[in-house]
């Protein structure tokens, strides 16, 4: 599953996720790409499930990648527990992900799979998205 190596701060705040996301908006690598319509926070076993469906839809041809990367820890107290005596420990980590960032994309592959592939990852995410492709220069 994927998680930072090592972080410089073992917790975080929650933060807010205001605007949309600029950068990582556009398909950089593939022929398609799955896009979010929505704020919200995807856990590491989310994109984990999400490759998953991804990958077993392809066959495992074409290639597949990974735009987000759970890098925010989550933290949770433990069941039933009195109020005070600090934050809870780190539970799982997660991807702040804003309207418009790319998540995933495929390429290497014919368009009705890879459509079909992202559809199936689609079903496994927590935020609205959207299947895009790549908007080629000069083709009206």
């Known amino acids: 599953m994927l998680m930072p190596k090592r972080v410089k701060y073992r917790k975080q705040m929650r933060g807010r996720m205001r605007g949309k996301a600029y950068r990582g908006s556009d398909v ?6 799955l896009q979010s319509l929505e704020p ?3 856990s590491a076993r989310q994109i984990e499930a999400a490759r998953r469906a991804i990958v077993h839809e392809m066959k495992r041809r074409g290639k597949v990648w990974i735009r987000i990367f759970p890098d925010k820890p989550y933290t949770k107290r433990a069941a039933e527990t009195r109020m005070g005596k600090g934050k809870g420990p780190v539970e799982y ?8 960032r790319m998540m ?7 368009p009705d799979t890879a459509k079909r592939a992202l559809l199936r990852a689609k ?12 908007d080629v220069p000069g083709e009206a």
């Not at 950089?28 to 790409?33: M, R």
């Not at 995933?104 to 014919?110: K, L, N």
């Not at 927590?126 to 790549?134: D, G, Q």
């Open 93 to 100: 980590w997660v991807a702040v992900v804003k309207p418009g």
């Open 104 to 110: 995933f994309e495929v390429g290497g592959t014919d």
């Open 28 to 33: 950089s690598f593939g022929e398609f790409g």
């Open 123 to 134: 079903y496994k995410l927590p935020v609205k998205t959207k299947i895009v492709s790549r």
């Open 40 to 42: 919200g926070w995807v």
